[in-house]
């Protein structure tokens, strides 16, 4: 997984922005409590492919919960 998304990016990125987000990938991809980095990257990219899934999208349909819908529109949390 590249951690550089800005390769194919239309706009130009500040420099100090750049920097950061390559600090906060080094974060991620160093080990932590309880996981490895490699497996703190793949844990990563999968979260960012879960969008995607098709699965996903079925369990979605199927509403497993009758709070499915609520939480998974919502954009920030909101206190109950």
């Avoid at 500040?14 to 080094?26: F, I, P, S, T, V």
């Avoid at 492919?49 to 079925?58: G, I, M, Y």
Wanted: with cysteine.
């Amino acid at each position: 997984m590249s951690t550089n998304s800005f390769e194919n990016c239309s706009y130009e990125i500040r420099g100090d922005l750049k920097d950061a987000h390559q600090e906060a990938w080094a974060r991620i991809a160093a080990p932590g409590t309880w996981l490895t980095g490699g497996r703190r990257v793949r844990v990563a990219a999968e979260i960012r492919q879960a969008r995607e899934c098709a699965f996903r999208t079925e369990i979605h349909k199927s509403k497993l919960s009758p709070y499915f819908e609520i939480l998974s529109t919502r954009k920030h949390y909101e206190p109950a």
